[in-house]
């Protein structure tokens, strides 16, 4: 259940990805990007928004399984995945 309420939130928020203005992040945005980077940038940022949701729900879901993250994971995903989109994509 829980996995699928984080896929759930992040699919909801993946087409407002793109059309966000510049993000401000906070502690967990920064971890989420920090952990999507560590995958193969160029293949996430070649695949869009599927691309770029697919690694902020891998992300998202690891730190939360970890303990290290909480909060509204459709927030820290749509954030996370504009910030990176922003350091990485554009």
């Known amino acids: 259940m ?4 984080i896929f759930f939130t992040i699919a909801v ?3 407002a990805l793109l059309s966000a203005g ?4 906070d502690e967990s945005t ?3 990007v920090q952990k999507m980077a560590e995958g193969d940038v160029a293949a996430i940022c070649g695949d869009g ?9 891998a992300a998202i879901t690891s730190l939360a399984q ?3 993250l909480s909060g509204d994971f459709a ?14 994509c554009s």
Request: zero cysteines; glycine letters at 18%.
């Open 30 to 32: 920064d971890m989420v």
């Open 22 to 25: 510049p993000v401000l992040a």
């Open 66 to 68: 970890a303990g290290k």
């Open 75 to 88: 927030v820290i995903g749509q954030e996370a995945g504009g910030l990176f989109y922003q350091l990485h």
């Open 49 to 57: 928004i599927g691309g770029i949701n697919k690694a902020a729900t």
């Open 2 to 5: 829980f996995m699928r309420n």
């Open 13 to 15: 928020s993946g087409i």
